[in-house]
């Protein structure tokens, strides 16, 4: 039975450094009614994202900042309640960018039906979901790495890393991956097959690194920026390209984040470097979405979940991207389903 109040979780204040639990408040509503072509849904699952931490920033970028005292959004797995809609019945499984709460009453065309045959549900918001296809059209329009090549992977057993990772093994390439500890390594190099991965944390992590890379770098796909990305980025080959997907090193930094000039790098190497967005893909999504789901049902593709139990520890999960504790896709499990057979 459907309860009469649910709770949100809202923006309490703007960070400044690392987020705390204060910065957050959970706030109770009311069910709300839904009109004609909408879907009442209940939260299975959400996802938690390092990209979340900009948006708590009162600055111009790609997307809105969150607004102070309402609902933060981000990628939901949810259950239909109730539907007003002729394409959704009772029970049926969605995905979409929602708000994070236990309820959200929504227009049906906002979100997609989920096929709980192809593979786990949870998989939606991680190796086929968002983070999936930002490994996929990263790695290969602006990487585009070729057979025998090296590529190198920052943040390589978050995510999107341990995807871009398998995939250039895909493509014939060398990979090396960069992670912070020595699971993480062990991971990368014996679950998913990298040819080497280097702790960042060690003390002699440069001499370390350009040992696994004898023939130089060809493909960087940065997620952490930094002292890390200075170092990748000074082994370069000719013609290489860096692809810039995240900086989590400098999210929570209050002061500006100053490193080397590397212009004279890339006129040097005749290389490039090239940020995105997976909005700049949403044309191609399901040409992605087709690939991805290929590879994993064919066993080409493995992926792992930390999932963290209770919507109350949602902040929790959040925190924790930022301080190394997640393997793969971070999400928080909210609730089983009340109709769905799983």
């Known amino acids: 039975m459907t309860p009469n109040t649910y709770r949100e979780i809202q923006l309490a ?14 706030v109770e509503k009311e069910i709300p009614t839904i009109d004609t072509d909408e879907l009442l849904l209940k939260t299975l699952y959400l996802s938690v994202d390092p990209y979340m ?105 978050g995510a999107v890393g341990s995807i871009v990772g398998q995939i250039a093994k895909l493509k014939g390439a060398h990979v090396v991956g960069i992670a912070g500890s020595q699971d993480k390594i062990d991971y990368l190099i014996n679950d998913l097959g990298f040819d080497e991965a280097v702790n960042y944390k060690d003390a002699n992590f440069k001499e370390a690194f350009q040992k696994t890379i004898p023939n130089g770098v060809d493909v960087y796909f940065d997620n952490v920026g930094g002292e890390v990305s200075d170092a990748v980025i000074m082994e ?16 929570n930094n209050p002061e500006a984040d100053i490193g080397p000039r590397i212009q004279w790098k890339f006129i040097t190497t005749s290389s490039m470097m090239k940020g995105f967005t997976l909005g700049d893909y949403a044309h191609d999504f399901k040409t992605g979405a087709q690939d ?51």
């Open 236 to 251: 370069i080959n000719r013609n290489a390209r860096v692809v810039l997907c995240g900086a989590i090193s400098a999210y």
């Open 292 to 342: 991805l789901g290929k590879w994993l049902q064919e066993g080409k593709l493995k992926y792992e979940e930390t999932i963290t139990e209770g919507f109350d520890n949602t902040p929790k999960a959040f925190l924790g991207l930022f301080d190394g504790s997640n393997l793969g896709k971070q999400l928080v499990k909210v609730a089983d389903p009340d109709f769905a057979q799983l």
């Open 53 to 157: 931490r900009g948006r708590m920033k009162d600055q111009k970028s790609y997307v809105a900042p969150f607004e102070l005292n309402k609902a933060i959004s981000g990628g939901i797995v949810a259950e239909v309640i109730e539907s007003k809609s002729e394409h959704f019945t009772q029970g049926d499984i969605v995905t979409g960018s929602m708000d994070w709460a236990e309820y959200n009453a929504v227009e049906a065309k906002s979100v997609q039906k989920v096929d709980p045959s192809i593979a786990p549900i949870s998989t939606r918001l991680g190796v086929l979901g968002l983070t999936g296809l930002t490994a996929y059209f990263g790695l290969l329009d602006i990487g585009k790495p070729q057979e025998g090549e090296t590529v190198v992977v920052s943040g390589a057993a």
């Open 13 to 26: 204040n703007r960070p400044e450094g690392t987020p705390t639990d204060s910065d957050f408040n959970f």
